[in-house]
């Protein structure tokens, strides 16, 4: 397995490419922007993109669908809880003066403790609200696909609309009880483990409280 990355965008949001290199298949996680930087991602792995997953519909997280799917029609893996934050993300680049391109319905219903697959390659779904209702993480091969979970040193906001810092506390939670040793990339700043977190991030090692003003 190989995990390319483009940090892209307004939000500097991390987009990954995960590529089994048995068959040459790959997977887009979470393209936010910048499509051009995302082709030049693909190109550059030598995959064939077999599908996109979200681990969540907050739009810096999935202004580069449309784009993708035009060279790339591909289906669009979402879980049906985000549907209502996924329909209405133009509304929101309008308010504030975004550019963004509204994606079509998605095309795959994620639920938790499912799995997807990416030519040899299985992760589990694991759905962690908080963040986001239908916030999910893809979990396997050693990693974990966290988009705005958990962060080096932080956690993602709860102060968005239809976040929940109860759901977020929960989700915290589950994800600690992961490997120590599993690597999580997150959908903003560096990579980091969960080992490293349950040790110096307040947010996992129960020394804070999810509050408003997480990260």
Not at 9 to 25: A, K, M, Q
Not at 111 to 122: F, I, N, Q, R, Y
């Amino acid at each position: 397995m190989k995990i390319f990355s483009r940090t892209v965008g307004l939000f500097e949001e991390n987009s990954y490419l995960v590529v089994d290199e048995t068959t040459g298949d790959a997977v887009m996680i979470d393209p936010g922007d910048e499509p051009e930087r995302l082709f030049e991602m693909l190109d550059e792995s030598g995959a064939t993109l077999r599908a996109i997953w979200l681990t969540h519909a907050h739009i810096d997280h999935i202004g580069a669908i449309e784009a993708i799917r035009r060279r790339h029609p591909v289906p669009v893996h979402l879980h049906p809880a985000d549907r209502p934050v996924y329909d209405v993300q133009s509304f929101f680049a309008e308010a504030y003066g975004i550019p963004f391109e509204q994606p079509g319905p998605p095309d795959v219903q994620l639920e938790h403790e499912g799995t997807v697959s990416v030519g040899t390659l299985t992760f589990r779904v694991l759905h962690t609200p908080g963040h986001a209702p239908g916030h999910v993480v893809y979990h396997g091969n050693g990693v974990v696909l966290g988009g705005d979970l958990l962060f080096a040193g932080s956690v993602g906001r709860t102060d968005l609309p239809l976040a929940n810092p109860a759901h977020m506390s929960d989700s915290l939670k589950l994800i600690s009880t992961l490997p120590p040793e599993t690597v999580v990339h997150p959908g903003h700043g560096d990579a980091t483990t969960i080992g490293e977190e349950l040790r110096s991030n307040p947010f996992l090692n129960g020394t804070a409280n999810v509050r408003r003003d997480t990260h």
